[in-house]
């Protein structure tokens, strides 16, 4: 017969579920409009014959807290692959505070567009991406200050019309009314994983 597990027991299992479960969430990339920069030759001349004082390159367009990576994509322009920097973006279960502040943002593209029209998406262009920059910074005391227009401004500049509907919807999904518990099990649910990345226009 198995035993059975204490009150502190349960707890503990499922604040181990639930910090495995705050690994998953909305996870995106978007393209930079930059050209990819390679290393300076001495970089690697250095690194090979002195291995132990490795130098690190960074190209310092890219803001240092950026998470960016470099990809080989479809260029539907050229016809053929090639190299671009990814920002990679991860939106967690959302706090009721965040919850809150997106839902009057929700609810000013219900009102002005009740009918649900799908050519009207540039209408709420903005809107949208505030959408998704108050979910993917989560965190309802600093809204609409620098860091979240910024944010705005960049998905605006570098987000295709697709991926941020896609984003949207998706966020709206996790808006949970039970709040960030129920935000954990919605993502599981849904089985949510890393959507295709934008094209390069």
């Known amino acids: 017969m198995d035993k059975e597990l204490t009150r502190e027991e349960r707890l503990e299992i499922e604040e181990q579920a639930i910090n495995a479960l705050l690994q998953l969430g909305v996870k995106f990339q978007t393209p930079l409009k930059i050209a990819v920069r390679k290393p300076p030759k001495w970089i690697y001349f250095w690194n090979k014959h002195f291995p132990n004082h490795v130098k690190v390159w960074r190209d310092k367009r890219i803001p240092k807290d950026w998470d960016v990576e470099i990809k080989e994509i479809v260029d539907v322009n050229l016809g053929k692959t090639k190299e671009a920097y990814m920002r990679n973006f991860h939106i967690k279960p959302l706090y009721g505070g965040t919850i809150c502040i997106l839902r ?4 000013q593209i ?30 309802p005391t600093i809204v609409n200050n620098t860091e979240t227009r910024r944010l705005q401004r960049f998905l605006i500049n570098n987000m295709t019309t697709p991926l941020l509907q896609k984003l949207v919807t998706i966020i709206a999904q996790m808006m949970d009314a039970a709040g960030f518990t129920n935000s954990i099990r919605l993502i599981q649910g849904a089985g949510i994983t890393l959507p295709k990345a934008s094209r390069i226009e």
């Open 104 to 107: 009057k943002l929700y609810l």
């Open 110 to 139: 219900e009102i002005e567009n009740p009918d649900k029209v799908e050519k009207d998406v540039f209408r709420f262009w903005e809107t949208m991406a505030e959408i998704a920059a108050v979910a993917i910074i989560n965190n």
